[in-house]
């Protein structure tokens, strides 16, 4: 069968499972209550690593209470996928697969395991009275990660892919599969609407490489300019800078020096630009000052600020580590010069260095002058001023053994290799195996499927050079190369004491 000949079939009988299907489908769900979510906050949590200042002196209800809120915030949001799209089982299998699958494996979200409503971390139901049950993304989609089955809130996603999630809704919520798909009236209505923001604020030039890593900072670039402009910026001025995505628990350190992401281009008292995010759902600017700024301003102050990172949770040599300790500080060595003096309890003095170490700039070279003159004519410009760095930050090493894959682009798969020298740093790895902890070079494993351990490098950048699934350092902005320490840390027994230090941040 030619290609267009089995298309044509597949959607055939599709359409006559959808017509199947809905003459049976259940009635629909109507919309969680924000008390039952509530009532079931403590159980659902009790599992999930939150780490949280010692000197926030408010009672734990009330802490719980701005944890709650951060956790299904949906900012009032303009765009809503409703539950209808998913609930028609079989349809949605042949298109993108069943729910776990597409939920833990293709789009990458972090699990909410014992949570009976919400299947993961950073999707919001809607709490409108008597409406069908419908879903928003927030903060968390991208601000929790899961190692080793442990979810930890907070940390960096490793493995979502915002372009899969991204395609998987647009063929749902388009003119083929919405008819068949959401149910007709309300539900209808808010799938198309979602289709429409999510046809409108698509750059796909500037879509990230590989799962797991984020071009938001860029995305940003593109939404700035389309509100005055009234279209997108062309893919030569925006660039592209794939990085990781941090750990929230960096921002108590950051504050002391108000400057913000991988560059610290951003200058001012929060990452305001995080706000962005809701302009990708089509919001105007007013909306952002009357609706997001104010609420991700209470944030910060609630709840961001207060969190902490977790604790390691294996074994860790105290003696080795009190070694390495000695040599992050030493003069020969010198980490802490750069990355500040820590205290063993999650904090740091940080010094707030932002130097270039010789790794990949295409994510400083996306803050062009372009990018800055249309910040300026937003209103997030009163919040802070944005300017092209020289170099990264030499970021905040707390919770840094959860901060793998390393550098900004999540280049480098573990300590031992960053620590290593720069030849021996693995050029392709799979990053749907960081889920899963190496406890030997502290970072995440490189293969998903055991058998391709066996495989050397060449052969697999042959097999999967294209591959969202696998980083490969060949492409633009996903250099591994810089920040050689190893002419100073010299051995295997210095980099292993080291290793053991930073486990203990
Ligand atoms: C699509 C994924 C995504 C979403 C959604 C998202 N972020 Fe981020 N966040 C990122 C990435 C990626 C970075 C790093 C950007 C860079 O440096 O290029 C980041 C950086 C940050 C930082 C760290 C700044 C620093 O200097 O260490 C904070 C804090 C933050 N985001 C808060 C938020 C808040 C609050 C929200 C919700 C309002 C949010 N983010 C939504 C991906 C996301
Ligand atoms: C000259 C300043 C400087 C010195 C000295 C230095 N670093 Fe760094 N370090 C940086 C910068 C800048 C980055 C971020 C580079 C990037 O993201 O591209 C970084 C990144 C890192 C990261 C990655 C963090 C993450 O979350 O991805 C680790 C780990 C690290 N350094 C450990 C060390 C250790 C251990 C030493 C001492 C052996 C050391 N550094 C010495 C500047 C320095």
Redesign the pocket.
């Known amino acids: 069968m030619t290609r267009g000949v089995r298309v044509l079939a597949v959607g055939v009988v599709m359409a006559a499972w959808a017509l199947a299907l809905m003459r049976s489908a259940s009635a629909p769900r109507t919309a969680v209550t924000r008390e039952a979510l509530l009532e079931s906050f403590a159980d659902d949590m009790r599992d999930v690593v939150v780490e949280w200042s010692a000197g926030d002196p408010r009672p734990v209800r009330d802490r719980q209470l701005a944890l709650f809120d951060f956790v299904y915030q949906t900012y009032e949001s303009s765009a809503w996928i409703p539950q209808s799209l998913f609930d028609r089982n079989l349809i949605t299998q042949a298109i993108v697969g069943d729910l776990e699958t597409i939920v833990g494996q293709s789009v990458g979200l972090t699990l909410w395991r014992g949570n009976q409503t919400v299947p993961a971390f950073g999707i919001a139901p809607g709490t409108s009275p008597g409406e069908p049950l419908k879903w928003t993304v927030n903060c968390l989609v991208c601000h929790t990660a899961e190692i080793d089955g442990v979810a930890y809130f907070g940390a960096g996603t490793k493995t979502f892919d915002d372009k899969w999630l991204g395609e998987a809704l647009k063929k749902m919520t388009g003119p083929n599969w919405r008819p068949l798909l959401a149910r007709p009236g309300i539900d209808a209505a808010y799938a198309a609407e979602a289709h429409r923001i999510l046809i409108s604020h698509h750059h796909d030039k500037i879509d990230s490489l590989t799962r797991g890593r984020s071009t938001a900072f860029a995305a940003s670039h593109v939404e700035l300019y389309l509100r005055p402009n009234g279209r997108m910026p062309s893919v030569a001025d925006v660039g592209r800078g794939d990085t990781k995505t941090p750990p929230l628990w960096h921002t108590t350190a950051k504050m002391q020096v108000r400057r913000w992401y ?1 560059d610290g281009s951003f200058h001012g008292d929060f990452p305001l630009m995080a706000s962005s995010m809701e302009l990708e759902k089509d919001r105007p600017f007013d909306a952002l000052i009357t609706k997001v700024i104010p609420r991700i301003k209470e944030e910060f102050a609630s709840v961001v600020q207060h969190l902490r990172p977790p604790e390691y949770p294996y074994g860790i040599d105290e003696a080795l580590a009190a070694q390495g300790k000695t040599l ?1 500080s030493s003069p020969e ?3 802490s ?3 500040g003096e820590y205290d063993g309890r999650g904090n740091v003095g940080w010094p707030g ?1 932002h ?1 270039d ?1 010789g ?1 990949d700039r295409a994510r400083l070279e996306i803050v062009t002058p372009q990018f800055v003159s249309a910040f300026d004519q937003s209103p997030i410009a009163d919040e802070g001023t944005l300017s092209r760095s020289r ?5 905040p ?1 707390t919770g ?1 053994w959860a ?1 793998f894959p ?3 682009n999540g280049s480098v798969p573990t ?1 031992h290799h ?2 290593g020298p720069v030849s021996e740093r693995p050029r392709i790895f799979d990053v749907r195996a960081a889920r899963n902890f190496d406890r030997e070079r502290v970072g995440q494993q490189l293969y998903f499927d055991p058998s391709h351990a066996g495989t050397p490098p060449a052969g697999l950048l042959q097999l999967f050079r294209q591959n969202r699934d696998w980083f490969n350092v060949e492409r633009p902005g996903c250099g591994n190369q ?2 050689d ?1 190893w002419p ?2 010299r051995t295997d027994a210095n980099r292993r004491a ?1 290793i053991e230090y ?1 486990k203990t941040l």
Not at 391 to 395: K, M
């Open positions: 991988s992050f060595v010198g980490c010069r750069c990355h260095a130097v170490v790794t170099g990264y930050a030499a970021t090493l840094v901060n390393y550098l900004h300590l960053l620590l810089g920040h320490l100073r840390i080291l930073l």
